[in-house]
């Protein structure tokens, strides 16, 4: 079944398309405080699509991530009662969020750091960060260089390997596709046992 081939090839004409860094900055935001999907779907492509402006897309990925990280603080520190926690619950993320708050209060400004430059929700620690009223400077500042080195690296990665790793993808990425697919059912099945 080739629904990841379909969806590689919308994304790469997504990310030609003249208005798609304006696309890449709204969803760097929107990532930080309520989007599940992370940015490096749209940063890739574009990074591929148009290697020259690699460098200059990871900036635009990184400036708005962190400005939406500021929001998602905000409504942490602000906004948790009234807006926030009916969210939280009714999304089911009571679990996440309490693990964010033990993991500040063991790690602290390194859990920033973590979220920022790997896979793990960004947007859950934002707000955690606003909850637990971190100092605001220090947040800001870690974020903008975990972001930062992930989304530079990444589109380094693409601009480094070009047309050649274009094509490439081509051929793989609906092998890629349905293996990432396995292994996010056997880590939630391993996970519930």
């Known amino acids: 079944m080739k629904i990841f081939s379909a969806m590689y090839e919308w994304t790469m004409k997504a990310a030609r398309h003249?208005?798609?860094?304006?696309?890449?900055?709204?969803?760097?935001?929107?990532?930080?405080?309520?989007?599940?999907i992370p940015v490096d779907v749209m940063l890739a492509p574009m990074a591929l699509a148009r290697p020259k402006s690699a460098?200059?897309?990871?900036?635009?990925?990184?400036?708005?991530?962190?400005?939406?990280?500021?929001?998602?603080?905000?409504?942490?520190?602000?906004?948790?009662?009234?807006?926030?926690?009916?969210?939280?619950?009714?999304?089911?993320?009571?679990?996440?969020?309490k693990t964010a708050e033990s993991w500040f209060s063991e790690y602290g400004i390194w859990v920033i750091f973590i979220a920022s430059f790997t896979p793990v929700p960004y947007k859950v620690f934002t707000i955690t960060a606003g909850v637990m009223s971190m100092a605001f400077l220090p947040f800001v500042l870690v974020s903008f260089i975990g972001r930062g080195l992930r989304f530079f690296l990444v589109a380094g990665l693409m601009r480094w390997g070009g047309e050649a790793m274009e094509e490439k993808l081509k051929i793989y990425v609906d092998r890629i596709g349905w293996s990432v697919v396995a292994i996010i059912i056997i880590a939630v099945i391993v996970l519930k046992m």
């Open 18 to 36: 003249k208005y798609s860094s304006y696309y890449l900055s709204f969803m760097s935001f929107a990532e930080s405080v309520f989007f599940p």
């Open 55 to 97: 460098w200059y897309y990871a900036f635009l990925a990184t400036v708005f991530s962190v400005i939406g990280g500021v929001v998602g603080y905000y409504l942490g520190y602000a906004l948790f009662d009234s807006v926030v926690l009916p969210i939280v619950e009714s999304v089911g993320y009571q679990d996440k969020l």
